[in-house]
């Protein structure tokens, strides 16, 4: 299971989750708040393969490799 950091808590708009174990790492107090943190995490996951995707297909069309050779 991913690691719950501080940073997941501060992409949760709205959320108090306070509470943290002996490594730093976020204690959820319900299974929704657990499957929110990981659907928060999951997003900015999400988000940062598309933009690396985006970054790659830039290069290729910079350096001319046919799109259908790329898909």
Do not use: F
């Amino acid at each position: 299971m991913a690691e719950r950091t501080r940073e997941a808590l501060a992409k949760l708009p709205g959320q108090d989750l306070t509470s943290y174990d002996y490594a730093g790492n976020v204690v959820v107090d319900s299974r929704y708040q657990s499957l929110r943190v990981q659907l928060e995490e999951d997003e900015y996951a999400l988000n940062t393969a598309r933009e690396e995707l985006h970054d790659l297909e830039r290069a290729a069309a910079r350096d001319a490799v046919p799109l259908e050779w790329r898909r």
